[in-house]
Nanobody, 126 residues
Framework: VQLQASGGGLVQTGGSLRLSCVLS????????MAWFQQAAGKERKLVAA????????????YYADSVKGRFAISRDNAKNTVYLQMDSLEPEDTAVYYC????????????????WGQGTQVTVSS
């Protein structure tokens, strides 16, 4: 399984970006997907996660408190792609963003994800 993330860039405070992550080499609809962020000198932490949607409980989504109401995770199973729509961006959102995948149920724990993309840089200027 390989993950390819894209969509990062430089944006002003209050702006928007949409990150994309394509999964290849496996059945996308079997995987729960997540986005993590890692700011310079800090630990990687969960931004948003989404189940594979195969069952009623696996459609759950989770968000870090810091991004609730501003970010939205979604997936298009036909395109093997997970998205992170980021609105009302703040300088504190500046980080490298990683997509991650795990078979089965969605998790909010970083160490439960076995597949990782290469990361895409998001920089928010004040």
């Amino acid at each position: 399984v390989q993950l390819q993330a894209s969509g990062g860039g430089l944006v002003q405070t209050g702006g928007s970006l949409r990150l994309s992550c394509v999964l290849s080499g496996g059945p996308f609809n079997a995987y729960a997907m997540a986005w993590f962020q890692q700011a310079a000198g800090k630990e990687r932490k969960l931004v948003a996660a989404m189940g594979n949607g195969r069952t009623s409980y696996s459609a759950d989504t989770y968000y870090a408190d810091s991004v609730k109401g501003r970010f939205a995770i979604s997936r298009d199973n036909a395109k093997n792609t997970v998205y992170l729509q980021m609105d009302s961006l703040e300088p504190e959102d500046t980080a490298v963003y990683y997509c991650a995948a795990r078979l089965g149920r969605v998790s909010t724990y970083l160490d439960r994800y076995g597949y990782w993309g290469q990361g895409t840089q998001v920089t928010v200027s004040s």
